[in-house]
Each structure stands twice: as C-alpha cells, then as structure tokens.
C-alpha cells in the first residue's frame, strides 16, 4: 500500500523555468510562486482574467464594459466584447496552414491526419453547407456522433457561425439523446448509423430515425460517413421523414472562412448532466468563458502548446471531448480516437500514445487502474511529458504507477465537471507531485472546503464550494428563463456560494484531496468517509476487477453498508478472500466501515463516461425502481442493474 502525500516527482529547475506559468508569471512582473500566484488570481479576479485576454491575445473585441460585474450566480464578464471561439482555434490557419492539427486512429488502425490550413478548408466548407439548410446565429446543431474528424468539423462550423452545438455519442441510447434533444430545439441532426468498438460493428440506423421522428424542430438530417462498417452497411440506404444531406454533399461547395462576432456569454455549446436521476440539465457555456478557461488551463496547467501532441480518451458525450479540442486553442496538434480503450489489449491506448509521438496523455482514473492490475509497463513513450487523470479519484497506488512506470513524466489529477468543462483543481508544473495529492487550487478557482455550518476549513474534509465566479460557468441552463433550475443546482444550500457535491480537504500546503461525492457518503456511527477512500483498499485486492460500497442509511437512522465486488476473471469470492476484506477494511478504514454485507455481481453500473451510479443505486436499494432511479439509457451496462434488488427482499443478499 503507497502512503498518500509520499513524494514521487518534483520539476527540475529547467521544468520551472521553461514552463509557460512562469513566462506569464514573468510577463505579469510576479514571482514564480504559484501558491501567491493563485491567491493574486482570486483576489483579484477581474484584473486575473483581462489579463488572459491580453496575455494570449484573444481574437477579438475586448469592448468597453467592466471585465466583472456582479456575484454569483449572476455575475457578468466582458460587457460589450465580442468574439468566436472558432476563430481562436483556427487562428493560425492563414499563416502556418501546415502545422499539424488533427491525427485520428480508430481501433483498426485507421489513421488520418490534417494540417491547421485542411481542416480550416473543411470547416468553411461545411460552414457553407450548414448556412444552405439554414443555420444561423442561435440556431442549434446536434450531433449523434462519434470521435471523428467530421464530428470536429461540424462543430468549428457551427461555431463559426454563432449557433450552438450539442453532442452525444452514438453508445446512447435513442431515449437518453431524446431526452437531451428535445430540451434544446434542434434545427439539423448530423448523425451516424453506425460504428464499431470493441472489435463489433453497432447499427445505429434505427436509432438515428427514432431521434429524428422526435425532434419536430428538424428541417434536416446530415449522415455522416461509416467507420469500421461490414461492407453490406457500408452501402445501405436508410429511410427518413426528414431532408437527409450525405455528408460529401454538405461539403461540396467551398465557401468562405468567416466568424460571426459574437457577444462573450453567446452560446458556444450545451452539454448535460448525466442524467442517471432524472431528465439531464443542459448546461449552457459561452464563447468568451470556454476560450479563455481552456487558454489557461491547458497552456498552465497541462503546459501545453505549439508542437505538442494532446490526446485525452473520450466519446463526443462526455464533456473531456469539449476540453481535447481546446487543444487548437493553444497550437497543439489533438488527437482523436475512436474505439475501446482495451481493444485489442489493455494497452492499447498506450501503443497509440507510442505510435504517435503524444506529449500529453489524458484518460480517465478507471484505465490507469486497469493498466496497474495488469501490471503493464508502457514503452516507447519518449516523447510524453505529461498523463493526465480524471473521472473519478485516482487513489495513490495509481499515481505510484505512473511514477514507477514513466519516472520523468508528470501526473495531473484533475477534479472538475462538465458544469464548467474545466478543472477545479489539478496539477502545474511548479509543484511536486505526492501520492494521492491534487497539487493545487487551479488558477482562478477560489475553491474552498466547507464544515457543515459553512465555514471554510483547512486539512479537514469539507464541501467542495467557490466562492466566487468563473467565466466558464453556465451562462444559463437551456429553456430556464427565470434561472430557477441553475440556481436551485448549485445556490441552494449556500446563497451565493457555488456547491458542487464533492467532498475535498484542502491541505495545509494548498494541496487537495478529492474523496468522491457528497451525497453518496458512508457515515457510520458519525464518523464520515469518501467513498473513494473504501474504493482505494477494496480494489487493492488483485482478486477483485470493480466494487461499489452504498450506504442505505437515511433520516438520521444507520442502515446497511453493502459492498458489491466484480470478480477478476477466475477469481472466486472465497470465504478466505471475503475474510481478508473485512479485515483490511477494518484495520485502513474504521470497524464502523465493515460492510454488513459482500455480494458478488456481474459488474458494477456506470455511465457512459464511466461513473459509478452510488445514487441510484442507493435508491434502488431503497425501494425505488430501477426505471425511476436510473436512465438505463445513460448508463454503459445497463443489464447489470437486475443484480442490485431492495434490501426488503429476502434474497437480497443472496
């Protein structure tokens, strides 16, 4: 077992003085000490944030209105500027058209490759289509798509010009897209009617006509070209009650490469809550917001720039796909994957970070998990810097992996949300890196840990709470005029104080320990505990592939801590084994943490992004049905969820 806070990478003095953080340090004549550096960056945020604008040279207006004005969860940015967030990734189109912009792989092998100056051609192209089916500024473009570079394309188009963007990955189901559908009014549907993962091929024809009939907004549908399909799917032709478009004929008119100036807070794109409880939030970000979060999380944070090679393991669904093609924003080449991240090994993605030369390697905790029970050890990765970690806590035996296995490569830990499609808190590369410990506050982020009678503490376990505004958070939540759905997600508990359901200690040292989700915490006997904490000891056990711990208590009153364990493959849940659980948690946690119950299950249910489902679960446990407590349609197994039945049942346990 690896101590958390043992110190495993420290920057040497050429890491810190090559790293952009410390050339914008120096510009702004500040020292290089990133804990002043942050505190300057909330204290004063207004002058924090124009000086992004200045420091990266944004293109576009800056205006004459103040830079904030206002308090959450109504505060306003840049008042009177304007600008396009595709104009900013495609700047450098006109003068360096041969930098590399896009690799793309699939799980085949399949690679393609465009320069910033072709995929500057194809967006306008594209740009001219979507203008000829009549899209325009406010307008929304949604996408059922996976991580290709059309998908790309269509996006900066519709960006370009000024109308919205909204995307789910064709692993959804026809109702969970429908339910984000619906809610935002589309005016075209890009969409494919198939793609391959895992070394099958999915016909999502069907699927593309039941979203399509429920979206009456439509005036047309674009298909998109086939990756991986069998050749009698290659060549089918679908029905449709709507326009259809082939791709190759909505890019078949070159047009010009323009970019709608538009105001900071207008709509860039909209991306949505997990919808694992209920119909999912579509949360709204701006132009203005996204450019200038992403500028400064990926050149400070990630250091990242002209010459690198960003590539983060996402589907068009989850909120790190928004953030990867932030990449154009500072220069870096991005890399776009489409497949399983285990196909045909569990190292495959790695074999494409070796194969093409990534500098920047993004996935989420589960695989650097998976990569350590496997025991593999990465090669030919000379070229990466940087692995970045996010999804859910990585415990320290994760960080250590990464250090034992690529000593000269810096981890980042991220913890954020598609709430801000950014990070709250990670890494830099002014900071060591300690087992288990998020380095850092991000710059900007005035994040505090909040005691249950709302006063900020240190070294203790709080709630997640800022206490003051960022640009990337929602402008609104699609369809909430009056803004009672968006405050009543994040204000309630603390007026004016944002509270984002993560439990966190904020060490001494400005370090930061993420524990999991406030309101699925295990409180026995009082004492509380993250959920990641009892992940950490039981998916130690090399027997064990996954678990899930819910607590059932409720109103005060204790009730059962159940712990759910996937087998690895061959591995029993012997009596011995459930033995030597009981005791590790016993002894690492607290007796009042001994699980009342251990059951084994065919795998644990997660979301599409790969998120354990601790609430519904929870509620299912409780007595609600699994229909009510779960959108089967956002989950990634949902054929797992027969296994967790009422704890009234007498066979519950069984």
Same mark, same amino acid.
């Given at each position: 077992?690896?101590?958390?806070?043992?110190?495993?990478?420290?920057?040497?003095?050429?890491?810190?003085?090559?790293?952009?953080?410390?050339?914008? &340090? %120096?510009?702004?004549?500040?020292?290089?000490?990133?804990?002043? /550096?942050?505190?300057?960056?909330?204290?004063?945020?207004?002058?924090?944030?124009?000086?992004?604008?200045?420091?990266?040279?944004?293109?576009?207006?800056?205006?004459?209105?103040?830079?904030?004005?206002? +308090?959450?969860?109504?505060?306003?940015?840049?008042?009177?500027? +304007?600008?396009?967030?595709?104009?900013?990734?495609?700047?450098?189109?006109?003068?360096?058209?041969?930098?590399?912009?896009?690799?793309?792989?699939?799980?085949?092998?399949?690679?393609?490759?465009?320069?910033?100056?072709?995929?500057?051609?194809?967006?306008?192209?594209?740009?001219?289509?979507?203008?000829?089916?009549?899209?325009?500024?406010?307008?929304?473009?949604?996408?059922?798509?996976?991580?290709?570079?059309?998908?790309?394309?269509?996006?900066?188009?519709?960006?370009? /010009?000024?109308?919205?963007?909204?995307?789910?990955?064709?692993?959804?189901?026809?109702?969970?897209?429908?339910?984000?559908?619906?809610?935002?009014?589309?005016?075209?549907?890009?969409?494919?009617?198939?793609?391959?993962?895992?070394?099958?091929?999915?016909?999502?024809?069907?699927?593309?006509?039941?979203?399509?009939?429920?979206?009456?907004?439509?005036?047309?549908?674009?298909?998109?070209?086939?990756?991986?399909?069998?050749?009698?799917?290659?060549?089918?032709?679908?029905?449709?009650?709507?326009?259809?478009?082939?791709? =190759?004929?909505?890019?078949?008119?070159?047009?010009?490469?323009?970019?709608?100036?538009?105001?900071?807070?207008?709509?860039?794109?909209?991306?949505?809550?997990?919808?694992?409880?209920?119909?999912?939030?579509?949360?709204?970000?701006?132009?203005?917001?996204?450019?200038?979060?992403?500028?400064?999380?990926?050149?400070?944070?990630?250091?990242?720039?002209?010459? =690198?090679?960003?590539?983060?393991?996402? +589907?068009?669904?989850?909120?790190?796909?928004?953030?990867?093609?932030?990449?154009?924003?500072?220069?870096?080449?991005?890399?776009?994957?489409?497949?399983?991240?285990?196909?045909?090994?569990?190292?495959?993605?790695?074999?494409?970070?070796?194969?093409?030369?990534?500098?920047?390697?993004?996935?989420?905790?589960?695989?650097?998990?998976?990569?350590?029970?496997?025991? /593999?050890? #990465?090669?030919?990765?000379?070229?990466?810097?940087?692995?970045?970690?996010?999804?859910?806590?990585?415990?320290? %035996?994760?960080? &250590?992996?990464?250090?034992? +296995?690529?000593?000269?490569?810096?981890?980042?830990?991220?913890?954020?949300?598609?709430?801000?499609?950014?990070?709250?808190?990670? &890494?830099?590369?002014?900071? #060591?890196?300690?087992?288990?410990?998020?380095?850092?506050?991000?710059?900007?982020?005035?994040? %505090?840990?909040?005691?249950?009678?709302?006063?900020?503490?240190?070294?203790?376990?709080?709630?997640?709470?800022?206490?003051?505004?960022?640009?990337?958070?929602?402008?609104?939540?699609?369809?909430?005029?009056?803004?009672?759905?968006?405050?009543?997600?994040?204000?309630?508990?603390?007026?004016?104080?944002?509270?984002?359901?993560?439990?966190?200690?904020?060490?001494?040292?400005?370090?930061?320990?993420?524990?999991?989700?406030?309101?699925?915490?295990?409180?026995?006997?009082?004492?509380?505990?993250?959920?990641?904490?009892?992940?950490?000891?039981?998916?130690?056990?090399?027997?064990?592939?996954?678990?899930?711990?819910?607590?059932?208590?409720?109103?005060?009153?204790?009730?059962?801590?159940?712990?759910?364990?996937?087998?690895?493959?061959?591995?029993?849940?012997?009596?011995?084994?459930?033995?030597?659980?009981?005791?590790?948690?016993?002894?690492?946690?607290?007796?009042?943490?001994?699980?009342?119950?251990?059951?084994?299950?065919?795998?644990?249910?997660?979301?599409?992004?790969?998120?354990?489902?601790?609430?519904?679960?929870?509620?299912?446990?409780?007595?609600?049905?699994?229909?009510?407590?779960?959108?089967? =349609?956002?989950?990634?197994?949902?054929?797992?969820?027969?296994?967790?039945?009422?704890?009234?049942?007498?066979?519950?346990?069984?």
């Amino acid at each position: 077992m690896v101590e958390e806070g043992t110190l495993l990478w420290e920057p040497t003095p050429q890491t810190v003085r090559d790293a952009k953080v410390t050339r914008y &340090a %120096e510009w702004l004549g500040r020292s290089g000490d990133y804990q002043d /550096l942050w505190r300057w960056s909330v204290d004063s945020p207004a002058e924090f944030w124009a000086s992004l604008w200045d420091y990266f040279d944004v293109v576009g207006e800056r205006g004459a209105g103040p830079v904030l004005s206002g +308090t959450m969860p109504g505060a306003e940015w840049f008042a009177g500027s +304007t600008l396009n967030y595709a104009a900013n990734a495609l700047r450098g189109a006109a003068t360096d058209p041969g930098r590399p912009a896009v690799v793309f792989r699939d799980e085949s092998g399949l690679r393609r490759t465009l320069t910033l100056g072709e995929l500057a051609g194809e967006v306008a192209r594209v740009r001219a289509g979507l203008v000829a089916l009549g899209v325009g500024r406010g307008d929304r473009v949604a996408a059922y798509a996976p991580n290709v570079p059309e998908t790309l394309v269509a996006f900066l188009a519709t960006a370009s /010009l000024g109308a919205v963007w909204s995307s789910c990955s064709p692993d959804f189901g026809a109702s969970s897209v429908i339910d984000r559908f619906t809610q935002i009014e589309p005016k075209v549907l890009v969409a494919i009617d198939g793609y391959a993962y895992n070394g099958r091929w999915f016909d999502r024809s069907q699927v593309v006509e039941d979203i399509a009939a429920k979206l009456p907004t439509l005036t047309a549908r674009v298909r998109m070209p086939l990756y991986g399909a069998p050749p009698q799917e290659a060549g089918k032709t679908q029905r449709s009650g709507h326009r259809t478009v082939e791709w =190759d004929r909505l890019r078949a008119v070159e047009g010009p490469l323009e970019f709608e100036p538009v105001p900071f807070a207008h709509p860039l794109w909209i991306v949505y809550s997990s919808g694992t409880t209920g119909l999912p939030k579509p949360i709204v970000h701006g132009h203005g917001g996204v450019v200038l979060e992403h500028l400064k999380a990926l050149s400070f944070h990630q250091d990242l720039g002209e010459g =690198d090679v960003f590539f983060w393991y996402t +589907t068009t669904g989850w909120m790190m796909w928004n953030y990867l093609v932030g990449g154009l924003l500072v220069g870096s080449a991005i890399v776009l994957y489409d497949g399983s991240a285990t196909h045909p090994g569990t190292d495959a993605l790695w074999r494409l970070a070796a194969e093409e030369g990534v500098t920047y390697f993004g996935t989420g905790a589960p695989y650097i998990v998976a990569s350590m029970k496997t025991n /593999l050890r #990465p090669e030919g990765l000379g070229a990466l810097r940087g692995v970045g970690s996010t999804g859910s806590p990585l415990p320290p %035996e994760g960080f &250590a992996w990464v250090h034992d +296995t690529m000593p000269e490569v810096q981890l980042g830990s991220f913890s954020g949300g598609t709430d801000v499609c950014t990070g709250f808190v990670g &890494a830099v590369p002014l900071l #060591p890196v300690r087992a288990g410990v998020i380095p850092c506050r991000c710059l900007g982020a005035r994040v %505090e840990s909040f005691d249950p009678s709302g006063e900020p503490v240190i070294g203790e376990v709080g709630e997640l709470v800022l206490t003051a505004p960022m640009p990337s958070m929602p402008v609104m939540f699609w369809n909430d005029p009056e803004g009672t759905r968006y405050r009543e997600s994040y204000f309630t508990d603390y007026p004016g104080v944002w509270r984002h359901g993560d439990w966190i200690k904020i060490l001494p040292d400005g370090g930061c320990v993420i524990y999991g989700r406030s309101d699925s915490t295990l409180n026995r006997g009082g004492v509380r505990m993250g959920t990641s904490e009892f992940y950490r000891v039981v998916e130690r056990f090399g027997e064990i592939a996954d678990s899930l711990v819910i607590d059932t208590g409720q109103l005060g009153q204790e009730g059962r801590l159940l712990l759910y364990v996937t087998m690895a493959e061959g591995a029993p849940l012997s009596d011995a084994l459930i033995m030597r659980l009981r005791r590790a948690i016993k002894e690492e946690l607290s007796p009042r943490h001994v699980p009342n119950e251990i059951v084994e299950v065919p795998g644990i249910p997660r979301t599409l992004s790969g998120k354990k489902l601790e609430v519904p679960i929870r509620k299912i446990l409780l007595g609600v049905p699994p229909e009510k407590a779960a959108n089967l =349609d956002a989950m990634a197994n949902p054929e797992v969820l027969s296994h967790f039945v009422p704890i009234t049942d007498p066979e519950a346990q069984g």
